[in-house]
């Protein structure tokens, strides 16, 4: 089983639709929980930490839940900019960073 | 934010030859630095982790004398490809940890990345 599991998609959407993903992670130890865009050719960037708690930024809420090892993302009101591929990040310790292999989404006009 | 610079940022090679490529933290002092490999389509896979003044602990399956880090200085890494070879062309990206002022402790802020193509 792999460390890091995501839907590789790719997920082809409308603008304004709303649309979701998922991941799971296998290390329940795991300390800490990330979601990374990565556009085309390009480095990752940070999208937003994921809390036990839920979390919301503008359009992307994201959320943890450490019983079942699974985060979501959820965008709301997709705009063509937000085509990209969404990386699930887990972190085991403070140097260890195990990335999922990508969600791609495409956000049509 | 956090500004990381890798250069070069493409690189074309011969088969035998060596690469070097160079990772920066342009504003912030990098205790740690990360390399990563990405082949097309899939994920980022960690290659080694490097302190400064340290040796870099390299991941399972990485050859630690085909791939020469160096992390001298709290603002350079270096990674060099000894005698590359094609299934070496990959996509590698270097990520600076360090104090960050106002960023999260945790952060890792890549470089843009390095496209390796050995022919």
């Known amino acids: 089983r792999k460390e890091v599991e995501q839907d590789p998609g790719p997920f082809n959407v409308p603008e304004g639709a709303t649309v979701a993903f998922n991941c799971t992670y296998s290390?329940?130890?795991?300390?800490?929980f990330f979601w990374y865009r990565q556009d085309c050719r390009k480095e990752p960037k940070l999208l937003m930490s994921v809390y036990s708690s839920g979390n919301e930024d503008g359009r992307f809420t994201a959320q943890l839940n450490r019983a079942s090892q699974y985060i979501s993302l959820l965008i709301r009101d997709s705009k063509l900019s937000d085509s990209a591929t969404y990386l699930c990040v887990v972190m085991f310790m403070a140097y260890d960073m195990r990335f999922g292999a990508g969600t791609r989404l495409t956000v049509k006009p | 934010g956090a500004v990381v610079s890798q250069h070069p940022s493409w690189v074309i090679c011969k088969s035998g030859t060596s690469v070097k490529i160079e990772c920066r933290s342009l504003?912030?002092?990098?205790?740690?630095m990360f390399w990563y490999r990405q082949f097309p389509k899939q994920s980022l896979m960690l290659m080694a982790t490097s302190n400064e003044g340290s040796k870099a602990t390299y991941e399972q399956g990485v050859e630690k004398d085909k791939f020469l880090i160096n992390h001298a200085s709290l603002t350079l890494s270096t990674l060099t490809v000894t005698s590359a070879h094609p299934e070496d062309s990959s996509f590698y990206i270097c990520?600076?940890?360090?104090?960050?002022?106002?960023?999260?402790?945790?952060?890792?802020?890549f470089g843009p990345g390095t496209r390796l193509l050995v022919l």
């Open positions: 990520s600076a940890r360090g104090d960050v002022s106002g960023g999260l402790k945790e952060t890792q802020y």
């Open positions: 504003d912030f002092q990098a205790t740690t």
């Open positions: 290390n329940s130890a795991s300390q800490s």
